[in-house]
């Protein structure tokens, strides 16, 4: 065993011998060197399987690497959810929650193996330079873009506010190149519509740290735009990943007078919680529907949960994804984190929906007509089936929403 393994090894039982003693401490003596012994066993065992890696895989390895994968396979198999989390991906999360960052404001994704623009943000630099929906990134600063490479794309189009870069795309067969300045881009989660004179829609993407206040801004323009007050409102969450757990309690809180928005129970004391609504509706008591599908999950559940469960809302579309866990990104050493489950969520009826959704007050499949904003900025509802229903069971007043509990 080579000197560094040995510091490998000794470092490593360690902290599982450490591990092992802290959790120990109110058992026996005879019990707790037995615990001690196992953990010494695996650490042996560990570095046992590093050193052989190290020494008969078919190509060099590097300690760090063969260290940050044993770290991600054990904290991600724990369940789906929890995760390690390297320096690049704990900044994009927390990016993500923040609802800002500095870039030239585009929402990209692979499209058969190609990096292609989703949409660009409306009034960012991208979209004042001409970028549209469907160009495919060829190229950035000259440098070819790698197919599938989508991570290190987004970094690149990322950096300090002012600096320039340049976009090579590719059009219809065209390659278009532009050139832009970075600024700090305010990621919107909230996008809003009138659907009628007096029927107003809004779209939670995802929740962020500032989608309860979006949200609440955008129902009061549409509150004016409807002359003061709404007949009605839609609001839609489908296809949300969730996101923020405060922010989804938040949203619920706008539309909720009181009574609780969801529970939680885990093992430690900053795990077990309880959130409650405070009084002021911001619809005023209006009708309100909420659009759901397979892809509403988390945060958007809770929000789905809390709002049928007290009777505000009637749930429309199909049952939701079905995860009732609750993780907390823990910051690491060195930029680095893990995020780890730590709490199972509860209605306020006290409903656990893990592994099983929220079921719709009326069930309607998923619909090919789903409103994609990033073609023309408006929705077209003609296709959606579930959108349809919302919007004529609000106009003739058949909004029978759930007991609460």
Known sequence: ?????????????????????????????KARSGSEDRAADEARLFAEVMERVKRDYIEPVDDAVLIDNAIRGMVGDLDPHSEFLDA??????????????????????????????ISPMAGSPAARAGVHSGDEIVAIDGVTI????????????RGRAGSQVTLTVSRDGENIVYQMRREIVRVASVYRQMLTPTYGYARVNQFSDT?????????????????GTLDGLVLDLRNNPGGVLDAA?????????TGVIVTAEGRTTESRFRRSAHRGDVLDGAPLILLVNEGSASASEIVAGALQDHGRALVVGATTFGKGLVQTVVPLSRGRAIKLTTSRYFTPSGDSINGKGITPDVYIDDTPGYPDLSLNGTVDSR???????????????????????
């Open 88 to 117: 690049d991906e704990y900044r994009d999360i927390r990016i993500s929650t923040a609802g800002s960052y500095t870039g030239i404001g585009i929402e990209v994704g692979e499209v058969d193996g190609k990096v292609c623009v």
């Open 249 to 257: 309690v938040d949203v619920s809180d706008l539309f909720l007078d």
């Open 211 to 227: 989608t309860a206040r979006e949200l609440a801004r955008a129902i009061g323009d549409l509150q004016k735009d409807a002359g």
């Open 146 to 157: 790698k197919p599938g490479d989508l991570r290190k794309t987004i970094e690149h189009m």
């Open 1 to 29: 065993m080579s000197l560094k393994t040995r510091v490998i090894l000794v470092v490593v039982i360690g902290t599982v011998m450490g591990f092992g003693l802290s959790f120990g401490g109110a058992m026996m003596t």
């Open 383 to 405: 296709n959606d089936v579930q959108l349809v229903t919302a919007l004529e069971r609000l106009q003739h007043n058949k909004v029978m929403q759930s007991k609460a509990p």
